[in-house]
C-alpha cells in the first residue's frame, strides 16, 4: 500500500562526508542558519594554502541542538571559533559534518558525544 505521507530524504552522513576522519577550522562566524532539517554554520577560514574561504558545517537538527543548550542566538557572525568536523566528500566545496565546537573568548563549545571519537 503506498503511503500519501510525503517522504524528507534524510541522507546518510555518510554519503556525504569522510566519517571516518576529522579536521580542524578555526575562523570567524559568518553566519548562523538555524533551521531544518539541519543548522549549518558558516565560518570564514584558512585553507591550507592561506587562502581565506567560506566553509559550510551542516550541524544537527534545531529541535536536538535547543535540547542541548544550543540555541539561534549562541554563535553570532563575528565569533570567533575552533570547528571539528568530517570533511566533505568533495574538497571543493568546503563543508564539513559539525561534531564539535569551542568559542575560546568566554570558554563555551559543544561536542556530539555520539558515535565513536
Do not use: C
Request: aromatic fraction near 10%; charged fraction near 25%.
Amino acid at each position: 500500500m503506498a503511503s500519501s505521507l510525503p517522504l524528507d530524504a534524510h541522507h546518510s552522513f555518510a554519503a556525504a562526508y569522510f566519517e571516518d576522519q576529522s579536521v580542524t577550522i578555526t575562523g570567524t562566524v559568518a553566519e548562523f542558519d538555524y533551521r531544518s532539517p539541519h543548522a549549518w554554520l558558516h565560518v570564514m577560514a584558512a585553507d591550507r594554502d592561506g587562502q581565506m574561504r567560506r566553509y559550510s558545517a551542516e550541524w544537527a537538527n534545531p529541535n536536538r541542538l535547543t535540547q542541548q543548550g544550543v540555541r539561534k542566538d549562541t554563535l553570532k557572525p563575528g565569533d570567533q571559533v575552533v570547528v571539528v568536523g568530517s570533511p566533505g566528500r568533495t574538497a571543493s566545496d568546503y563543508k564539513l559534518h559539525l561534531k564539535g565546537i569551542q568559542r575560546p573568548a568566554d570558554g563555551w563549545s559543544w561536542r556530539n558525544n555520539r558515535g565513536r571519537r
